[in-house]
């Protein structure tokens, strides 16, 4: 007789609760919930976007225009979802590994709010066409953006004051990594809205600059940090090589701060620095090896802890996108590829493969991996089963039908065929598209039904260490 299988493989149970303060729980979870409704908001207006080419007369408003809600997908995702799901985590791992609590919960509590505040106010103002110009992820006028970097440089001071008070003797590799994303952002950030030497060119390369080091100073070495943190502990085993780390995390300093020219490729920047752009882009394949060799060798004899697990299977999948995202990044900087693939949606699916595969994957196996020992609620296994695998699934429908789709596109452009040729063939791959973008829709609803079901039980002590929550620690 044919025994009925189980619907999904079955996971083991947390192993350990941990007794941490219950004032950072709360705080941890106050990011996350603000990341999880950002990433709703988010996430459905790039649906909308994704459905508007298969339907372009969907939402005949200006308000509704592709021009205003582009920029707030991308702002929505990045300082919404991404930067707020990666601090929560750190609010957790920069204290653990400096073996000291956090320096100052009540900082970080108001850093979240003037986080919030900022990006609502960019959301508003971009919906009424105010804005800073073309500039891609600048899109947000300065005030909002000053603003977003004074929550950010609230951050920074409470992690700095953390590790500089550690107890350990070392600062441990993720402490490396977050302390200089939070740096460099803060950094990044000044420079690209200090308005003296942008004009013409000169804002063209700051803007290449800006652009990419915001992926590859912010959230690249932010979730790298993150994992060198979550990996070990999940696998209950040291990282493979410290050295790898150290070396990976030099190379990404080095080589990433000189490849922003890598945007404008073929276009009047100075020639020379194109090509230093393009080398070190290729450079970075030093620091993929180093990374994601560290990562995979650490995994390495540990399948059946990942399959048991519902954190790691994110992990795995983020170390691979890493890879994989990153080193398509590096080939697409080549002048022979970028002739084909500039301009078409082609980058978009780089976007996504990185943004999502990468960034967003490793964010979620570092939350379900914290937050189920932080409250000791977990989600319905099922559930989370089906968050990975609508995510996952989406993912690849969207990346494939843009890959193709945006090499034909480019080549129809090269064969100087008439532009309607290349939007009428894109049509059936921009169908793909929103298909695959559903699923990744549904795939953060469910996300948003585990996260409330990890909601935390507060103690009763609470409401005693709020009156003490501005006290440093
Ligand atoms: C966490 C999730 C997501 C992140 C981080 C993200 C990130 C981005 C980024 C960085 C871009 C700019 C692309 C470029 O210029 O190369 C973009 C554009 C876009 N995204 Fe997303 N995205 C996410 C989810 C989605 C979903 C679920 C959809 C649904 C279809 C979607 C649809 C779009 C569309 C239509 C564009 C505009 C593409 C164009 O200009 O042709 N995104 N997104
Ligand atoms: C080895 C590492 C990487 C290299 C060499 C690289 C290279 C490139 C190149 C050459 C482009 C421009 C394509 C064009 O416009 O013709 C690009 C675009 C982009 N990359 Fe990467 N990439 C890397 C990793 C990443 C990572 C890790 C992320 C995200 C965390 C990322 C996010 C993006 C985004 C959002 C764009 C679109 C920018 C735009 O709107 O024009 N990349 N990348």
Redesign the pocket.
Known sequence: MATSRPIAVSKSNIDEIIDEDSRLTKLIYSYLTSAVGW?IF??FI??F??L??VYPDLGNYPWLSFGRL?PI??NV??WG??SLSMMALALYVVPRTSQRRLFNIQLSRQALYIINVSILLGVLSLLFGVNNGGQ??REFIWPVMWLFALGISANLLNFYNTVALRKTEEIYLSNWYIIAAFIWTFVVVVIAYLPFYQHSLGETVIQGYYMHMGVGMWFTPMVLGLTYYFLPKLLNKPIYSYSLGVLGFWTQMVFYSLIGAHHFVFSPVPWWLQTVAIVFSIGMFVTLFAGTGNFLLTMKGSFRTIKKSYSLPFILVGVIFYFLASGQGSLEALRSLNEIWHFT?Y??A???LT??GF??FLIWGGIYALLPRLTGKEPSHLLVGVHFWFALI?LLV?GFALMIGGTLQGKSWIEQQPFINSVELMSSFWLW??I???F??IA?IVFAVNIVKMKPVLSKEFETEKKIASEPI
Do not use: I, P
């Open positions: 990433l988010g996430t790039g649906l976007l994704g508007k080419f582009r997908h991308t995702v990045f979802w991404s891609e992820y949606n980058t978009v780089h976007s996504h943004m999502y960034v967003a989406g969207y598209r929103a695959g973008g559903t990744m829709f953060h």
